[in-house]
């Protein structure tokens, strides 16, 4: 950037730098955008167009136009005319954008663009979308708590089942986008505290976790119960902090204080698997946070304050 003159840098604050599929180098500053013409070796300010501020990042639409962040909402610029529009935050609209304060740009392999704000992010495919579910007092058809402790999606049926609250199950149908509400109950009527986590097994059962016990869901009728894969009463169920079921059909538990157990597929038994023999750490080991399969069928663990 040169002081005066009219054409160049804008500035020497640089905070993107995009190629587009023409092979047109974009840079955006904090005082506009310019296009560097390869072959005369210089840059072509757009201040002359309307573009200037803050220009925090770039992206293009896969069609003519120029996605731009700023810090006054996202810029459309149409290179064909020259046009430029802007899509800003509508306060009353939650489908709107976040915020006009536009952080970071990223299109994803589908063409969608992924906005970033300083509230915030949203899909933007020809305008945004990004509908928020929450609780609305009086409402049925909404959530039934907003504190959320898990989601698992049923992909052949389009559902999303929903631990919401202490002891409630939300069912949503992508299809029909209506909620149904369940509340898990014990054998005896008992409710849990609160819900850790869940887990949609690949018969279709849902497993929930609690701080009173694991509980099963019938997701056909929806009715539950307190539920254990062994007859064994000593086996402690009561607050599995994560679960996992493998391509191999076993489910692995991570229960809080009790460290890893496992219900093995084939032999149809339950038990302890021991993670560490250090018993200067045994506390580490014991809690686990997170159980993960990668395509190579290893499971990693996360402990809590223990690495992984």
């Not at 993107?16 to 005369?40: C, H, K, M, P």
């Not at 989601?151 to 992508?174: E, F, P």
């Not at 698997?273 to 014991?286: A, G, H, L, W």
Request: hydrophobic share 30%.
């Amino acid at each position: 950037h040169i002081l005066g003159q009219g054409n160049g840098l804008p500035s020497n604050f640089i905070e993107d730098i995009y190629e587009d599929r023409f092979g047109n180098l974009w840079v955006t500053t904090n005082n506009g955008l310019a296009r560097y013409q390869r072959s005369e070796n210089i840059f072509e300010n757009y201040n002359k167009y309307g573009i200037s501020g803050l220009i925090s990042s770039i992206t293009d639409d896969g069609d003519r136009s120029l996605l731009l962040g700023s810090d006054n909402g996202l810029i459309q610029y149409d290179r064909s005319n020259q046009h430029i529009s802007r899509i800003k935050n509508i306060p009353e609209n939650d489908r709107s954008l976040p915020s006009n304060d536009v952080r970071c740009l990223y299109k994803d392999r589908s063409g969608a663009i992924w906005t970033g704000t300083s509230k915030g992010i949203c899909k933007i495919n020809d305008e945004p979308d990004f509908p928020i579910y929450r609780n609305i007092p009086g409402d049925n058809n909404s959530l039934k708590y907003n504190n959320l402790s898990f989601i698992q999606a049923d992909t052949t049926g389009n559902i999303l089942w929903i631990g919401s609250g202490k002891s409630d199950i939300d069912r949503y149908d992508l299809n029909t986008q209506t909620f149904s509400h369940f509340q898990l109950r014990g054998n005896e009527g008992q409710l849990p505290s609160y819900i850790n986590t869940g887990l949609l097994t690949q018969d279709k059962m849902l497993l929930v976790g609690t701080d009173t016990g694991l509980f099963k869901l019938d997701t056909k009728t929806g009715i539950s119960e307190f539920f254990n894969f062994s007859s064994e009463k000593n086996i402690p169920l009561e607050n599995i902090y994560t679960m996992l079921e493998t391509n191999q059909g076993d489910i692995w538990f991570g229960i809080l204080d009790k460290g890893l157990y496992r219900f093995d597929n084939k032999t149809g038994k339950f038990g302890h698997i021991p993670v560490s023999e250090n018993n200067d750490k045994k506390d580490i080991f014991t809690n686990i946070k997170v159980l993960f399969e990668d395509s190579q069928n290893k499971i990693w663990m996360v402990f809590y304050q223990g690495g992984v």
